[in-house]
Nanobody
Framework: QVQLVESGGGLVQAGGSLRLSCAASGEIFSIDAMGWSRQAPGKRRELVAR???????YYGDSVKGRFTISRDNAKNTVYLQMNSLKPEDTAVYYCNAGYGGVRGLIAYWGQGTQVTVSS
């Protein structure tokens, strides 16, 4: 099992920035990718960004050029730097982890952290 603990959500004005963090513990050897998904009220959960332990990345079209995902392998932690935030970025953001590369299987989820962007 892998446990994921997120931090860094909150309330920000449009155009502002936030950084999310997610620390993984447990059977780290079983995963090779970590990332973030989000779910807004009444909408499907969508994959926002993902990164492999080798540094390959994936970004959803709606966040390309504004969000940056990175990871510290020594700390088993992944970060999501969110810039130029828009009201439509408002959602619960979930850390995820799995294997099979950036578009591989998601096997574990964090508890979620709320991000609210005011206009």
């Amino acid at each position: 099992q892998v446990q994921l603990v997120e931090s860094g959500g909150g309330l920000v004005q449009a155009g502002g920035s936030l950084r999310l963090s997610c620390a993984a513990s447990g059977e780290i050897f079983s995963i090779d990718a970590m990332g973030w998904s989000r779910q807004a009220p009444g909408k499907r959960r969508e994959l926002v960004a993902r990164i492999t332990d080798g540094g390959s990345t994936y970004y959803g079209d709606s966040v390309k050029g504004r969000f940056t995902i990175s990871r510290d392998n020594a700390k088993n932690t992944v970060y999501l730097q969110m810039n130029s935030l828009k009201p439509e970025d408002t959602a619960v953001y979930y850390c995820n982890a799995g294997y099979g590369g950036v578009r591989g299987l998601i096997a574990y989820w964090g508890q979620g952290t709320q991000v609210t962007v005011s206009s």
